[in-house]
């Protein structure tokens, strides 16, 4: 392992502790695109049980490229966002139809973290996605830039740092003094300036009573019994309809073929 400011002690940390998630088994363009996909706003551990069944219901953009847009988003439910599904159902048609493109970025819902995520952990390239744990940790501890660790490492480097974002250097409560692998030479912890060297986060809208909650409460029957009544909520139902994630017949709402 190179030498570099920080970067062994991140490496031996995760080789000791990162855990062993089902997409970490894999360097599958395709089951990471459906991994990152469901990470985007989605807690690790919520995750691995979905992502877990929808790899092993469809392992391959092909075969997902064929599913009914119904059944991927009745397998999404309880994800939340579900315009994510959809995005990675046209994703896997685009693919199923004319291979992976040169730019990702042109694939329904690939932004720049998700392009960079699959050339980091499918294709070994040495890039760091840079998420909302990465970019905190990389302000506190790396400031001047993350130190370059080459190729041979840069999987486990990316995965490295989101772990250390994810569960020592969070956003309010950081570990700095209680298992922090990269503690010495920590630039906002020796200045006893964690807070200010921390960028400032997303807030999260309210989801109780949210739009979001609405409309995923139909989505929820329409998964467990094939229909609802619009006249439960029609403004949910209409906006669900817009977003061409439920169909209408008459009085209900269905599944989108
Ligand atoms: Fe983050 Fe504190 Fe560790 Fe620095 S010492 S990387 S601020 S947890």
């Known amino acids: 392992m190179p030498a570099v400011d920080g970067a062994d002690e991140l490496l031996r940390w995760f080789e000791r502790e990162g855990p062993d998630l089902p997409w970490r088994r894999t360097r599958d ?93 499918a294709d070994g390239e040495p890039v760091v996605p840079v998420d909302v744990n990465v970019a905190r940790v990389t302000a506190r501890r790396w400031p001047d830039g993350l130190p370059d660790v080459g190729a041979p490492c840069a999987w486990a480097f990316g995965q490295g740092l989101m772990d250390l974002g994810r569960t020592v250097c969070t956003a309010r409560a950081p570990r700095c003094a209680s298992g922090c692998p990269v503690r010495p030479g920590c630039p906002a912890a020796d200045a006893g300036a964690v807070a200010e060297a921390t960028p400032p986060g997303r807030r999260q809208s309210r989801y109780e009573g949210s739009m979001r909650q609405r409309r995923g409460r139909l989505l929820g029957a329409i998964a467990a019994s094939g229909r609802v009544e619009i006249a439960v909520d029609p403004t949910a139902a209409e906006s669900l309809i817009a977003d061409g994630l439920a169909r209408r017949a008459r009085a209900y709402l269905l599944p989108v073929r």
Do not use: C, K
């Open 29 to 121: 363009r395709y089951a990471v695109l459906v991994s990152e996909v469901m990470l985007q706003a989605t807690q690790v551990a919520r995750v691995v049980p979905f992502y877990e069944r929808w790899m092993a219901r469809w392992p391959t953009a092909g075969l997902l490229a064929r599913a009914p847009l119904g059944d991927v988003l009745a397998a999404w439910h309880g994800l939340g966002y579900p315009r994510r599904a959809r995005n990675l159902h046209l994703a896997a048609r685009a693919i199923a139809t004319t291979g992976w493109p040169d730019r990702l970025q042109e694939l329904p819902g690939v932004g720049p973290y998700t392009a960079a995520a699959i050339r980091a952990f």
